[in-house]
């Protein structure tokens, strides 16, 4: 009996899990290291594009962004994050393919030395 219990309660505490991951944001990090031929007035043509990029898709919740300022100097060579919020993963499927996304790629790739991206569940 005890076994079965504690089963039970093992999938109830999953279930609860994978509902409230289904109902969380889901976050988008994207971070940049531009090549060194890209000039100051390039980059800001691709922060600028972002920004607009994110006013695009209509299952962006949110969008933040900002240049490396840690003293850490861990960031290896990246200078540049953006977080884009969806609602759920959806979204994020809907934006990948995006003619605008598609189009802010083909612009920021001649400029682009590296990128790391991650998305996760907020939790």
Not at 66 to 78: A, K
Request: aromatic fraction near 12%; charged fraction near 20%.
């Amino acid at each position: 009996m005890k076994a079965a219990l504690f089963a039970f309660a093992i999938l109830l505490s999953a279930m609860t899990t994978l509902a409230t991951a289904a109902d969380a944001p889901y976050r988008h990090v994207v971070f940049f290291k531009f090549k060194d031929s890209a000039t100051p007035a390039e980059v800001q043509n691709i922060e600028n594009a972002f920004i607009e990029l994110a006013k695009k898709v209509n299952t962006v919740t949110a969008f933040e962004w900002g240049t490396n300022v840690s003293p850490e100097g861990l960031n290896d060579g990246f200078t540049h994050c953006f977080l884009v919020t969806f609602k759920d993963k959806a979204g994020l499927e809907v934006y990948l393919p995006h003619p605008e996304h598609s189009a802010f790629v083909a612009k920021l790739k001649p400029l682009l030395d590296k990128a790391c991206v991650l998305d996760f569940v907020a939790k």
